[in-house]
């Protein structure tokens, strides 16, 4: 990114170098944000309805799990995927698939959590039509996921702005590498201990602006959703 | 919205993750220190050597030390630092092959205006340091084991002072690099050791300027190695030998002395001075 | 193939429900058998719900046992009911019909066709793609209804099928009602709807405090109630 330009006219320029950041921050938060959901709705769903010895313990550990540091997130996978690691032959280490997979672990536990509290919510008003039908946990799981979906929605918002937010993880596992890793987090970071602040600063403005906006999309989907099925 | 429209929506996702970004483009990762990048050095020089060679060069930018540590676990395929003495440890272990001399440029030492230490007069380093000590005034250091970090450390013993020992409330080590030190220096008016090239291009300079400079002892020697593939078989020992190849050429000599801002060349190549 | 099991009779033989210091049902002996409706009458309070959870099979009592077809598993693939306030899937009408009829093992491609006869069974023919949980209270009673009917059950429990409906939407669930029976379905239905009761019935359950005062066919029961509670209730007055 030029030496001088303040945010704004990189923004009014369409400079390709904000481009390609911004497009990367997208990308790996978003996919974080689908993998955690892959993972973490099923099994905050499973949490809430199945019933098995150390249960509260496991609800309590994955309360817990939501504040997971991102630095050590990052750490951890960067010790998996280092050449020296146990993954080191998958090559990752350095490549927005690494930073991909740092975020993916940070917000599962986040996802999961608030599937497991609106699930178990859920289950409530409809134990007794699943039981009167004889649902299997399975068919449980499924269905009181999709009757859940709006509601997940914002599980699935959350996970995201956490994703968009953090810069500990993505740094270590991605390098903060120009043209390549660099994401809105790590470039404000970059910026800031170069001493450009108004930069970092109109960074900072852009990454809120992106979060604010994939948040109304959301909205605007679950409205219409809302409208149509009820 | 139908699984169907869903379904496409992923299916589109996944494209855009898995596109373009590496799979096609020949490349190398580069571990260096935050200094060569914070004074916009690479972003000079890399895209003149993919033009000649379609090589896209990755780099890391991390403190000396950090760099050799990922050059020891073969995280990286180039190293390229500013600590002679561990580079050539770092071959001498076995971890990376042949060490060349690249650049260089000097530290200067950056205090504030109203110059608490007095020693706004003198060129001599070690003076300054023991003036430092002497008066306690606030001292920012890196602490975070870079080229930069380890060079004042060296400068204080040649001062004669243990600095581990002798630091009081005064030295602040805040374990991070070139460009947050000098955003801490500026914003409690301290000194610090900077490398030139980052200190040119930094921009929050508050009430800091340099006080010091031109000491021999200041010089700051950049070399750069290949990781040793007999230890990481994976490593891109070709396309990295390129690298080096390119850097110590006349072409990429050329380049790196072309780099100004604000027409001051910043770094100076000698890859051909024996023994630098 | 053998034919499936019969879940009928269901006997209760001296069942109780207890649930901490509070006796919900006591003394229950009773035997639902197949034929023309049962209907469960009494007060709010005196236990015709949880009656017909313990007989449905999704309650265990404290006491005694519950016998279907003289077995005692719990298993209620032939028994299928309707609760008070049904609880609609997030999903059209059709939809949720489409849903108890996969539940039930029915073929994916059968479950059109059915869904089409149940929604006309119901009379929500018109109403097949509207969200279910957009349909009034009357119509959310019949869907529920049609999903219950899904399964193609031996016996329906009906809890308050005509509470909170307007006088059309009753006679339209009590037609149901009868072209049920009329197809063998045994239905157990808990009312404090005298009218409903009166028209309906062959059998009538009279529940107090959690215990059957008075059980009796419906002429016997209507036209010359033995206890002293069974002629007050059926007098219009409160049973305290």
Redesign the interface.
């Known amino acids: 990114m030029p030496?001088d330009a303040s945010a704004f006219e990189l923004i009014l320029s369409g400079d390709p170098a904000l481009i390609t950041i911004v497009r990367l921050s997208l990308?790996v938060s978003?996919?974080a944000a689908?993998g955690a959901a892959v993972i973490g709705l099923p099994f905050g769903a499973l949490i809430a309805l199945a019933r098995f010895p150390g249960r509260e313990l496991t609800i309590v550990v994955l309360n817990a799990l939501m504040g997971l540091p991102p630095v050590v997130v990052g750490l951890a996978v960067y010790l998996l995927l280092?050449?020296?690691?146990p993954l080191?032959s998958w090559?990752l280490?350095?490549?927005?698939q690494a930073m991909?997979m740092a975020q993916t672990i940070l917000i599962a536990p986040i996802i999961a959590a608030l599937a497991r509290q609106t699930i178990e919510d859920l289950w409530v008003?409809?134990r007794?039509?699943l039981?009167?039908?004889?649902?299997g946990l399975a068919?449980r799981i499924a269905?009181l996921l999709?009757?859940a979906?709006f509601s997940l929605v914002t599980a699935l918002l959350a996970g995201f702005g956490r994703a968009a937010a953090e810069v500990g993880a993505v740094i270590i596992v991605g390098?903060?590498?120009?043209g390549?890793?660099r994401t809105m987090t790590t470039a404000i970071a970059?910026e800031?201990?170069?001493?450009?602040?108004p930069l970092a600063l109109g960074l900072g403005l852009v990454l809120i602006a992106i979060v604010v906006v994939v948040n109304a999309l959301a909205w605007g989907?679950r409205r219409?959703?809302e409208r149509?099925?009820? | 919205?139908t699984i169907r429209t869903i379904a496409a929506l992923?299916a589109y996702?996944l494209l855009?993750?898995a596109s373009p970004?590496?799979a096609q483009t020949q490349s190398i990762?580069v571990a260096s220190t935050?200094s060569t990048?914070?004074s916009?050095l690479?972003?000079h020089i890399l895209p003149l050597f993919k033009a000649a060679t379609g090589i896209?060069v990755?780099?890391?930018?991390q403190g000396t030390g950090q760099a050799l540590d990922t050059g020891?676990?073969?995280?990286a395929d180039v190293l390229f630092v500013h600590a002679k003495a561990q580079e050539e440890k770092f071959v001498a272990d076995g971890f990376g092959m042949k060490r060349f001399p690249v650049m260089y440029n000097d530290f200067v030492l950056i205090g504030p205006k109203s110059d608490p230490a007095g020693i706004k007069s003198t060129s001599d380093i070690v003076v300054a340091l023991q003036a430092i000590k002497a008066k306690a005034a606030p001292f920012i250091s890196r602490g975070d084991r870079s080229g930069t970090h380890i060079a004042e450390l060296d400068l204080w013993k040649a001062a004669g002072i243990d600095i581990a020992k002798d630091k009081g409330p005064w030295y602040k080590d805040i374990g991070?690099?070139?460009?947050?030190a000098?955003?801490t220096a500026?914003a409690s008016n301290a000194y610090v050791l900077a490398d030139r090239g980052t200190w040119i291009?930094?921009?929050?300079?508050g009430e800091l300027d340099i006080v010091v400079q031109g000491d021999k002892r200041l010089f700051n020697q950049y070399g750069v190695m290949l990781v040793n593939p007999a230890k990481?078989p994976?490593v891109k020992k070709e396309l990295g030998q390129a690298f080096i190849d390119w850097l110590v050429s006349a072409a990429g000599q050329k380049a790196i002395a072309d780099y100004k801002i604000e027409g001051q060349q910043l770094f100076f190549p000698n890859a051909n001075v024996p023994g630098a | 193939m053998r034919a499936p099991l019969s879940d009928l009779p269901i006997v209760l033989e001296d069942a109780a429900v207890v649930v901490g210091p509070l006796t919900i049902l006591n003394d229950i002996a009773l035997t639902l058998a197949a034929g023309a409706p049962t209907v469960l009458v009494g007060p709010n309070g005196g236990g015709k719900t949880t009656l017909l959870r313990l007989a449905?099979g999704?309650l265990a009592p404290s006491r005694g046992r519950v016998t279907w077809g003289g077995r005692m598993d719990a298993?209620?693939?032939r028994r299928?009911?309707v609760?008070q306030r049904?609880?609609?899937?997030?999903?059209?009408a059709e939809g949720n019909i489409r849903?108890?009829l996969s539940?039930?093992g029915v073929a994916r491609s059968e479950r059109a066709a059915r869904a089409a006869e149940l929604l006309a069974l119901v009379g929500l023919s018109e109403l097949g793609d509207r969200?279910?949980?957009?349909l009034s209270g009357g119509e959310q009673q019949r869907l529920a209804l049609a999903r219950?009917l899904a399964?193609e059950p031996q016996v329906l429990f009906l809890d308050e099928p005509t509470a909170s409906l307007d006088p059309a939407a009753s006679k339209a669930v009590e037609d149901v009602i009868r072209t049920v029976t009329a197809r063998g379905i045994k239905v157990v239905m808990a009312t404090h709807d005298l009218g409903s009761a009166r028209r309906l019935a062959g059998g009538v359950v009279l529940l107090h405090r959690g215990r059957i005062v008075e059980a009796a066919d419906a002429a016997t029961f209507f036209a010359n109630p033995a206890t002293r509670e069974a002629r007050t209730f059926v007098a219009g007055e409160l049973l305290i």
């Open positions: 030496h990308i978003l996919s689908a280092s050449r020296s690691g080191g090559g280490l350095f490549t927005p991909i008003e409809y007794d039509e039981a009167a039908m004889d649902i068919g269905t999709w009757d979906r390098g903060n590498i120009d390549f890793t970059l800031t201990s170069k001493g450009d602040l989907v219409a959703g149509l099925a009820g | 919205m992923v996702a855009l993750v970004t590496h990762v935050t990048q914070d916009g690479f972003g896209e990755r780099v890391v930018a020891r676990r073969g995280d991070q690099g070139m460009g947050a000098l955003n500026s291009a930094f921009k929050n300079r990481h994976h | 449905m999704l298993a209620s693939t299928a009911i609760f049904p609880v609609m899937l997030r999903r059209s849903y108890a539940a039930a969200p279910a949980r957009k219950a399964k």
